[in-house]
C-alpha cells in the first residue's frame, strides 16, 4: 500500500475539499490543481498527525475561520507572491493623478481626509506602497487624516501585515529615496521596518470578500491579483461588495488580469484597470 507520502487524494475527496473551499472563501480549485492540492494537504497531515484526507476534511468542517489550523490550511492553498510596488504603471497614477486630484478635492470642500482600502491585504505590501507613495508625494500629509484599511482572509497573513516587516525580495523595487526616508534596515538581516510615519496610516482585520464590510466608504478601493481565483458567480458577490464600499465618486482600481469589467458596467472606465463610481450627490 501507497504511504502517505505517496498517495493521491482521489477525485471524491478533491471534489469535497473544493466544495469547502468554495463555500467558505468563493475561490474555484480546479479538478487540474489535484496534484498541487494533494501535495499541499499532505503537508498539513504531516503537521497536525491526522491521518488521511478523509479525517483532515472532517476536521476542516468543524472549523471557524477564526482557528488557527483552518488559517494554516488557506495560506497552503493559497500562497502567492506579493511586494511593494507591483505593478508601477499603476503607481504611476497614485502619485501623479490620484494624489493631485485628492489635493484639489480639499481645496474645494476644506476637507484634508483619504480612506483607502487594499482589499485582499496579504503581508501587507500593498497598503505599505500606498503609505510610501502618500508619505513621499502628498503635500504636509501630517496634517491630513488618512486611514488605510488592510483586510485579508488569512490570519496569518494579517500577523505579518502588522508587523510591517519585509525582505529583500518584496523591498526590491521600493525607490531608494523612498526606503531610506521610510524604513529602517536591520543590521544584521535583509529586512526592512516600515516607519511609525507609515504604520500609523494603516490598519489591519479579517475580512473575507464574500461578505460586506462594516466600514464608511473609502475615496479608492484597490483588488489586485485575487479575482482571478473566483468564478463569474463569486466574483459578482465579491464586486458587488466592494462597490458598496467606493464612495460616490470614488475609484475601484483592480489587477489588469481580474476579469471584472462585465461586472463594472455602471461606472466610468478610465484605465483597463481603473473604474470612477458615479457621483449622484452632484
Not at 165 to 180: D, H, I, N
Not at 277 to 282: K, L, N, Y
Request: hydrophobic share 40%; glycine share 6%.
Amino acid at each position: 500500500m501507497p504511504t502517505l507520502a505517496q498517495e493521491q487524494i482521489t477525485d471524491a475527496q478533491l471534489s469535497k475539499y473544493a466544495r469547502l473551499i468554495y463555500d467558505r472563501t468563493g475561490i474555484r480549485v480546479s479538478p487540474q490543481k489535484k496534484t498541487l492540492l494533494s501535495n499541499r494537504i499532505r503537508r498539513r497531515l504531516k503537521e497536525t498527525g491526522i491521518d488521511g484526507y478523509e479525517a483532515y476534511l472532517n476536521q476542516l468542517r468543524k472549523l471557524k475561520p477564526n482557528q488557527p489550523e483552518w488559517d494554516r490550511f488557506l495560506q497552503e492553498i493559497t500562497t502567492h507572491e506579493t511586494y511593494l510596488f507591483r505593478d508601477e504603471t499603476q503607481w504611476k497614477w497614485f502619485r501623479e493623478e490620484f494624489l493631485p486630484e485628492c489635493v484639489s478635492r480639499s481645496h474645494e470642500t476644506g476637507k484634508r481626509s483619504l480612506r483607502i482600502w487594499s482589499a485582499a491585504a496579504s503581508t501587507g505590501d500593498e497598503a505599505a506602497t500606498v503609505a510610501s507613495c502618500i508619505a513621499g508625494h502628498l503635500p504636509n500629509f501630517s496634517a491630513w487624516n488618512i486611514q488605510i484599511v488592510g483586510t485579508d482572509i488569512g490570519i496569518g497573513a494579517l500577523e505579518e501585515a502588522k508587523a510591517a516587516v519585509f525582505g529583500q525580495r518584496a523591498m526590491r523595487l521600493v525607490p531608494e529615496s523612498l526606503s531610506r526616508r521610510f524604513f529602517t534596515k536591520a543590521k544584521d538581516a535583509n529586512v526592512w521596518q516600515a516607519k511609525p510615519m507609515l504604520t500609523d496610516m494603516m490598519t489591519f482585520r479579517q475580512h473575507n470578500l464574500m461578505d460586506p464590510l462594516r466600514e464608511h466608504p473609502f475615496d479608492l478601493v484597490i483588488l489586485k491579483n485575487v479575482l482571478i481565483y473566483f468564478d463569474k458567480t463569486s466574483k459578482q458577490q465579491v464586486v458587488t461588495n466592494l462597490l458598496e464600499k467606493v464612495r460616490p465618486g470614488g475609484l475601484l482600481l483592480c489587477g489588469a488580469a481580474e476579469g471584472v469589467s462585465d461586472f463594472l458596467k455602471g461606472l466610468e472606465r478610465i484605465h483597463p484597470w481603473l473604474y470612477r463610481q458615479p457621483d449622484t450627490t452632484r
